[in-house]
Every structure is written in structure tokens, then in C-alpha cells.
Nanobody, 121 residues
Framework: QVQLVESGGGLVQAGGSLRLSCAAS????????MGWFRQAPGKEREFVAA????????YYADSVKGRFSISRDDAKNTVSLQMNSLKPEDTAVYYC??????????????WGQGTQVTVSS
């Protein structure tokens, strides 16, 4: 499995912005579709956003569409999640993961350790 490490989480006021980054190991990063998922306490882990190989396709959960933007930099082996207009409902631990190259919101099993995002009212 590819090694993934998330960073950039923190505490932010509602309406604010935060940018999460996921650093991946290996020289085959560009071959993976990547996604962001989140999990709030007592809730199931849910899909947030995903990006295909070569960034040809992106896919967002309805709850974040128009507010979040996923991007990747294959030269740096990173995938990012720009989160704008944050809401308290966005509070969760955010994870990056490799995802199915066709069905982008289905994880393949390589996960980062997660980074906490807390949005205050």
C-alpha cells in the first residue's frame, strides 16, 4: 500500500477556509485515483471528494459541492483539499485514501492517519 500522511487540519471559524494536504510515498502516485473522506464521532466514514489520475475527473459529495476543491500535484506526490465556507457540520477527522479509478468515491484500502478539522460557530 502507498503511504499517506495528512496535514493541515485545525480549528477554524464557521465561514473560514482551510487547506488539507496529503503526502504520498512512492514513485507511482500518479497512477492512483485519490480521495478525501471524513468521519465525525459516532458517524460512519463518508466520502468527501476524489480526483482521478491526471486530474481528468473530480467528484464531490453533495454536502461539499461548491465549497471544497480537490487537486493533485503528481510532481510532489500530494493531493490537497481546499475547504471554503466551512460549516460546523464539516467537523470531522479527514482522511486521504487511494480510490477506485472508475468509481472515484470507493476507497481501495490505503489510508492516511487522518487530520482533525474543527469548525466553530
Amino acid at each position: 500500500q502507498v503511504q499517506l500522511v495528512e496535514s493541515g487540519g485545525g480549528l477554524v471559524q464557521a465561514g473560514g477556509s482551510l487547506r488539507l494536504s496529503c503526502a504520498a510515498s512512492g514513485r507511482t502516485f500518479s497512477s492512483y485515483a485519490m480521495g478525501w473522506f471524513r468521519q465525525a464521532p459516532g458517524k460512519e466514514r463518508e466520502f468527501v471528494a476524489a480526483i482521478s489520475r491526471s486530474a481528468l475527473r473530480t467528484y464531490y459529495a453533495d454536502s461539499v459541492k461548491g465549497r471544497f476543491s480537490i487537486s493533485r500535484d503528481d510532481a510532489k506526490n500530494t493531493v490537497s483539499l481546499q475547504m471554503n465556507s466551512l460549516k460546523p457540520e464539516d467537523t470531522a477527522v479527514y482522511y486521504c485514501a487511494t480510490t477506485n479509478p472508475v468509481v472515484l468515491n470507493v476507497p481501495l484500502g490505503s489510508w492516511g492517519q487522518g487530520t482533525q478539522v474543527t469548525v466553530s460557530s
